[in-house]
Every structure is written in C-alpha cells, then in structure tokens.
C-alpha cells in the first residue's frame, strides 16, 4: 500500500504471477513479510514495494530475512509520511493533518540488521535496483522521492 504500488496495479497483471499486493485488504506491513515468504518458498529473488509509513510495520522482518539469508530486495519510497493521505486530504480540504512522521534512518537501519542498505533517487533507481536483485540474500533500497497520486484509485 504504497503509491508506487498503486501505479504498478494499472501496469503488471497479478495473473501472470509476478506481482501480488494486499489491494483487497489494504493492509499496511504486508510487502516485505510477503516478499521475504516468496523469496523462499520460490527459491527466487523477489521484490517488496513499501512506503516509508508502511514499512514501519514490518521492520522486525529484517530480522528474519538475515536469518535465513533469502534473496529479497526490499525497496522503500520514502515521501516523508503518509503519501497517499495527505494527498486526498488536500484535494478535500486544502490542508492535511498527521501526515508527517518521524521515521528512521532506514538504510542505518537495515546496516544495524546486518542488510545491505542503500539510497538512490529517481534517476539512479533502474540501476540500483538491478544491483540489489543480482546480489544474492537480502538488500534495502531506500528512494527518496514523492509521488502523485493516480487519481482513480479513490474513485472506484
Ligand atoms: C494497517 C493499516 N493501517 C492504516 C492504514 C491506512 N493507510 C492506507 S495508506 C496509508 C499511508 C501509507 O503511507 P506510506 O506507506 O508512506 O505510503 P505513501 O502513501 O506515502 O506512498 C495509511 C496510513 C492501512 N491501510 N493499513
Ligand atoms: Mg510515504
């Protein structure tokens, strides 16, 4: 439950099995446990997509990624906060409220787990990514970026 993620449900079709998201719940903290229980189950590297909001709900699962070395890449947006409501709450009201959050430094972070971690912004993203899913065991990427919103997702 990320805007990136929202973006990826117009591009990639769950039917082809390469992408999975908690739309239908719509729980926060679901990504990385998920990625990490592919990672192993499939014996393929994966990919998590979290905002910096959510990925607070699911920090002690690097714990267990260390544990058993799985090849999953973990990718945080980090907009400073709750990205998509602050987004409807300006299109509402023209003003948010408890939007900004104070959050880690999740690459020191990632370093405290004993995870490879590193920052990119939007232009460096293709290549780090590429890096982070060709070295095996686990990694964190955090990107610094703020993303629109795609308008429909409140619509429908
Ligand atoms: C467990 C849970 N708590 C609260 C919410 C409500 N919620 C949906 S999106 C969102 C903001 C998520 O922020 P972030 O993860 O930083 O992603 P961004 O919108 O900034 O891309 C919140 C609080 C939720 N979906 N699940
Ligand atoms: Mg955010």
Redesign the pocket.
């Known amino acids: 439950?990320?805007?990136?993620a929202y973006w990826a449900w117009s591009a990639w079709d769950p039917r082809e099995g390469g992408f999975h998201s908690a739309q239908g719940s719509?729980?926060?903290?679901f990504a990385f446990p998920a990625a990490l229980a592919a990672a192993v189950g499939s014996g393929r590297h994966t990919l998590a997509v979290?905002?910096?909001?959510?990925?607070m709900?699911g920090i002690a699962e690097l714990a267990a990624a260390r544990q058993h070395d799985a090849d999953v890449t973990w990718l945080i947006?980090d907009?400073g906060?709750?990205?998509?409501?602050r987004e409807y709450m300006t299109d509402a009201f023209d003003r948010t409220t408890a939007t900004e959050l104070a959050r880690p430094d999740f690459v020191a972070l990632a370093g405290a787990f004993g995870i490879p971690a590193r920052h990119t912004d939007p232009e460096h993203l293709r290549d780090t990514l590429a890096e982070a899913l060709a070295t095996p065991g686990p990694s964190v990427v955090v990107l610094g970026a703020t993303?629109q919103m795609f308008a429909p997702t409140h619509l429908s």
Do not use: E, H, N, R
């Not at 439950?1 to 990136?4: D, K, N, Q, Y």
């Not at 719509?26 to 903290?29: D, Q, R, S």
């Not at 906060?81 to 409501?85: K, S, T």
């Open positions: 439950m990320t805007i990136a719509g729980g926060l903290g979290s905002g910096d909001g959510g990925a709900y947006v907009d906060g709750y990205g998509i409501l993303l």
